[in-house]
């Protein structure tokens, strides 16, 4: 077994969106010549992994269930047994996997399985989220489907499909309003279409994978502040627009549509929150740890570099979807001339300031003693 993490990608969208046609096309690209690929099927009589072009070894179908609620414990498996006979020699050395989810799959659940599991810890490091959206139908489905909703607001990349099925005014004004929708809920996600090949492996599978012994972390493309707080004033926008019953932002998204379209997603926010100060390390574990207590549920996912005052020149990355944490990784230095504390976070009916105001409790010069902090504490949790 090779002694650098493996990364592990997790490609999701709802039913339809054209996951099967887009792994077609990029198992053909020889950036994923050395891939794995796991498939997971919903229903006794699974047909998607015959569907797939390159059927080898390396491709192996789950059919027993859904990733995110039945089998968990069979992924891991899975991903142990394909470890164990890579280790062998009984299958193909390969350099990367790629989990496909049924399109029925809540993401969350999946990344759990892949962030927590110790053993595999030591062999795999996520590497991101894919998320197929189909172009003409996918506004109907976020409307109607709160999973597909979460594939999306947790995605590292989006993959926008059937663009040619838009035509015509009212095609460019669908694609304007799905690309709003997009941007609102996944402000940081890099979005690619299947149109003119834009949408290749290498684009796709290069989401920033934190590292230190293989590569440096791209803080500014993982962390991507200034999308997030530009997606948080766009939220606002469209929350405002909600409650008014139309959206009249025409500008950055040219969202073109007058009708209710944050039908599940107005319930989704992303922000994030820098903080020159150091946080103690203990603090750091309380925090996360009061994260994960009040907010665990509807926190979908959060990524940070964190400055840590046993050693502020080397930052620790984060990384959690809901009640898990990746263990914290101490970099050997900071990635950038930006020396602070950076966070981001994608959460369900949670406001920014619950979760900012929470950390910088542990980081600011809090007068009153442990009875201030306790009070902050709890107005916090409510």
């Known amino acids: ?3 650098a993490p493996i990364p592990i990608a997790i490609l999701t969208g709802f039913l339809g969106a054209g996951k099967t046609t887009l792994l077609n096309v990029l198992l053909k690209d020889p950036f994923l010549s050395d891939a794995a690929l796991i498939i997971n099927e919903f229903g006794d009589v699974g047909i998607d992994h015959l569907l797939v072009e390159r059927a080898d070894e390396n491709v192996i179908e789950m059919a027993s269930g859904c990733l995110c609620c039945t089998i968990r414990g069979d992924l891991i498996d899975t991903m142990h047994d394909l470890l164990a006979r890579r280790g062998r020699g009984e299958v193909r050395a390969f350099n990367r996997i790629v989990i496909e989810t049924t399109g029925l799959a809540d993401p969350a659940p999946v990344l759990h399985s892949v962030m927590s599991e110790p053993s595999l810890l030591a062999a795999c490091r996520l590497e991101g989220v894919i998320t197929v959206v189909d172009a003409y139908n996918g506004m109907a489905t976020l409307n109607a489907h709160p999973e597909a909703v979460k594939q999306v607001a947790v995605a590292d990349r989006i993959v926008l499909t059937k663009l040619d099925l838009l ?16 941007r609102r ?10 149109h003119r090949n834009e949408a290749t492996a290498e684009r796709l599978f290069t989401m920033g994978l934190f590292n230190p012994s293989t590569k440096s972390a791209d803080v500014q493309s993982w962390l991507a502040a200034e999308a997030y707080e530009t997606g948080e004033k766009r939220g606002r926008r469209g929350r405002r627009a909600h409650s008014h019953g139309q959206d009249h ?41 009061l994260l994960k207590s009040y907010h665990g549920a509807n926190m979908l996912r959060m990524k940070g570099i964190v400055k840590v005052s046993d050693d502020p020149s080397r930052p620790v990355v984060l990384h959690g979807v809901q009640h898990v944490f990746h263990p914290p990784v ?20 949670i406001e920014k300031p619950m979760i900012e105001g929470l950390f910088r409790a542990f980081t600011d010069q809090i007068t009153g003693g442990a009875e201030a902090f306790t009070d902050k504490t709890l107005s916090l949790k409510r």
Do not use: C, Y
């Open 249 to 289: 932002d025409h500008h950055n998204d040219h969202d073109h549509h007058h009708h209710d379209t944050s039908r599940h997603g107005d319930h989704i926010r992303s922000f994030s929150f820098s903080d020159s100060n150091a946080i103690s390390p203990q603090g750091l574990e309380l925090f996360m740890e």
């Open 1 to 3: 077994m090779a002694s």
């Open 185 to 194: 809920l996944a402000p940081a996600a890099r979005l690619l279409t299947t």
């Open 167 to 182: 035509v015509g005014r009212e095609g460019e004004d669908m694609l304007f309003a799905i690309i709003g929708r997009l």
């Open 330 to 349: 101490r970099l050997p230095a900071w990635p950038d001339k930006d020396e602070r504390t950076r966070l981001v976070f994608i959460v369900k009916d």
